[in-house]
DNA sequence: CTGAAAGCGCTTACAG
DNA sequence: CTGAAAGCGCTTACAG
């Protein structure tokens, strides 16, 4: 060393009042110019904490998730955080090992990013004894905290844009049974189609898996109908853009001869031809205030259980007045 | 504690052949039941691995980079190992950061994914002596490892195929000078245009940033023109978007007025109207190469200092013969 | 096959 | 303001 102790130089480094500020600078020189690192486990060992944070996603390729996963990181960095990063892939098997893994690094808090993850999930890692914050899925428990975008009134205003063009035959084309974004967008359809006294006809629902493959597949149902939409609410841009292909590959023009909408506002979603409408969602805003809560909750501060973000119509030319009033 | 001891509990939890098998079932079912998760840091501490890798990455939010990542972790978590995640955004100040907490973190090997990091940045991590590979993105140095694709030969590959449909004026939309991805494409697209005896002309050479925005202005400037080109080799399908948008708005129709090809195939340009000729990248294999070759050097197992694997040409409808022979 | 001991690199009361 | 000591939770030679 350089004339101290241990002990001096621990607090020195950590810039600890109690220390004569002659010394702290010279063993943080010494110190710098050594190029000495703390050792992370050695620190969090004592101090019980990890300074480190979990974050699950189903899969970081879904642009949504990398979006709010964007968020996320920007804080933790500012924050002095780091961010381990585990795909689940709605796997079971996969979210045991990450719980697991979170675990064992003794993570100080984990978010939940994904509206796919299972209610199954949430006590696996409540047992962990962290702080949660689920990202675009709620839990009915004590265990977490959720940031959440306003599903439904958003997608009722969505709706409510579509039958002010005209259009009475919207179809919704959601994402799989359960889930709680499709369901909370699915309320909002009906409450838009409830208030014109538009009535619900439940031909006109079908059903992806929020990809555009599904999204593909669940638009080609609709037009084996009798009488097909004159407008598609797709549950989100990713299922949207599935629905295009098709849609264009039955030789139909959007949006003169049918009309579709998307939600989340990907970043594709204003480069698509045309155009399409949709409901932004703030993605890395979304991510900065579900760290932002967790942060929160380390410093023991209050915070929101519940915060709930507005979604913005945005729209563009995918949608229109129908060609012909049915 | 049931029975036994501190070192055999440790012995056990690990499986090691020393222990009596029934001790070892019996102390792990009691752990089991118990919840005992090992610490990380204790353990890593005496180790001297953390069982963790660091990824530093631009910039989650890019498909690409997205895509690569979801391959890394895949592997990763196959083999036990913690990934943290850390954006740069090719910020001086942030790469300090991340390099840093990645020291502190005592991180087993780093993957740097994007290929706009810097040459700068290396040596700062280099320093660290720990296991680096860099994803698209060689640098000329011992320190690191590469996974690349063929950019060069995809490049040509898709020159030659614009050539073939007839195109003569074929223009180039890059990225910023000086990053070698764009680098090698720009190559790949004058070997073809030499091969076909096609005079190189500077001025339709444009660039972006690699992002939508960028490609957006560049195809802006190329409309400017005396002589506008009648195909558009893209440097990535993420200026490809904008390019797209562009032309459109110009009132030309794609492809028979102007022929468009992009790079990477990311996942929406099979969606696009019309959907996008380009070359695959296999982001996701990328990810695995790239954590299989780290996974190698942890083993001490030889691992080539290169690995480079081919692009796959997409011919899709953006591309087409020009209007008239130039 | 199991136990006792040392030590990984820090932090933090407790004395001075 | 600084030092000596204990301890965080593990692993691993070293003895038996």
């Given at each position: 060393?350089?004339?101290?102790?241990?002990?001096?130089?621990?607090?020195?480094?950590?810039?600890?009042?109690?220390?004569?500020?002659?010394?702290?600078?010279?063993?943080?020189?010494?110190?710098?110019?050594?190029?000495?690192?703390?050792?992370?486990?050695?620190?969090?060992?004592?101090?019980?904490?990890?300074?480190?944070?979990?974050?699950?996603?189903?899969?970081?390729?879904?642009?949504?998730?990398?979006?709010?996963?964007?968020?996320?990181?920007?804080?933790?960095?500012?924050?002095?955080?780091?961010?381990?990063?585990?795909?689940?892939?709605?796997?079971?098997?996969?979210?045991?090992?990450?719980?697991?893994?979170?675990?064992?690094?003794?993570?100080?808090?984990?978010?939940?990013?994904?509206?796919?993850?299972?209610?199954?999930?949430?006590?696996?890692?409540?047992?962990?004894?962290?702080?949660?914050?689920?990202?675009?899925?709620?839990?009915?428990?004590?265990?977490?905290?959720?940031?959440?975008?306003?599903?439904?009134?958003?997608?009722?205003?969505?709706?409510?844009?579509?039958?002010?063009?005209?259009?009475?035959?919207?179809?919704?084309?959601?994402?799989?049974?359960?889930?709680?974004?499709?369901?909370?967008?699915?309320?909002?359809?009906?409450?838009?189609l409830r208030e014109a006294?538009?009535?619900?006809?439940?031909?006109?629902?079908?059903?992806?898996?929020?990809?555009?493959?599904?999204?593909?597949?669940?638009?080609?149902?609709?037009?084996?109908?009798?009488?097909?939409?004159?407008?598609?609410?797709?549950?989100?841009?990713?299922?949207?853009?599935?629905?295009?292909?098709?849609?264009?590959?039955?030789?139909?023009?959007?949006?003169?001869?049918?009309?579709?909408?998307?939600?989340?506002?990907?970043?594709?979603?204003?480069?698509?031809?045309?155009?399409?409408?949709?409901?932004?969602?703030?993605?890395?805003?979304?991510?900065?205030?579900?760290?932002?809560?967790?942060?929160?909750?380390f410093a023991g501060e209050?915070?929101?259980?519940?915060?709930?973000?507005?979604?913005?119509?945005?729209?563009?030319?995918?949608?229109?007045?129908?060609?012909?009033?049915?």
């Amino acid at each position: 060393m350089a004339g101290v102790t241990h002990s001096t130089v621990s607090r020195a480094l950590r810039n600890s009042p109690l220390v004569n500020q002659d010394t702290v600078a010279k063993i943080q020189r010494i110190a710098r110019d050594a190029g000495y690192r703390i050792s992370a486990a050695a620190r969090s060992l004592v101090t019980r904490r990890s300074d480190a944070i979990g974050v699950v996603v189903t899969n970081i390729a879904d642009p949504f998730v990398a979006g709010v996963v964007s968020g996320i990181e920007e804080i933790a960095g500012q924050h002095g955080l780091s961010v381990f990063l585990a795909n689940s892939n709605a796997d079971p098997e996969r979210e045991v090992r990450v719980a697991r893994k979170f675990e064992e690094q003794r993570v100080d808090g984990i978010i939940v990013t994904s509206s796919r993850v299972g209610a199954r999930y949430v006590p696996l890692l409540a047992h962990m004894q962290v702080p949660i914050v689920l990202l675009n899925n709620q839990h009915p428990g004590p265990y977490a905290h959720a940031v959440m975008i306003a599903n439904r009134e958003a997608s009722r205003e969505l709706t409510r844009h579509l039958i002010s063009l005209g259009h009475r035959r919207i179809a919704y084309l959601g994402d799989r049974h359960g889930y709680q974004s499709d369901t909370e967008r699915f309320a909002g359809y009906r409450d838009a189609l409830r208030e014109a006294r538009i009535r619900f006809q439940p031909c006109l629902v079908v059903h992806g898996d929020g990809k555009p493959e599904g999204g593909e597949t669940a638009a080609a149902g609709l037009f084996g109908l009798p009488e097909p939409p004159t407008a598609i609410f797709c549950y989100n841009d990713m299922s949207a853009l599935g629905a295009l292909r098709r849609i264009r590959a039955l030789g139909l023009r959007i949006p003169e001869d049918v009309s579709i909408a998307g939600f989340d506002d990907l970043f594709f979603s204003q480069f698509l031809n045309p155009p399409l409408t949709t409901v932004r969602q703030p993605l890395r805003h979304l991510g900065n205030l579900a760290m932002d809560t967790l942060l929160k909750i380390f410093a023991g501060e209050p915070s929101e259980i519940d915060i709930k973000v507005p979604g913005e119509l945005i729209v563009r030319q995918s949608t229109a007045p129908p060609k012909e009033q049915s």
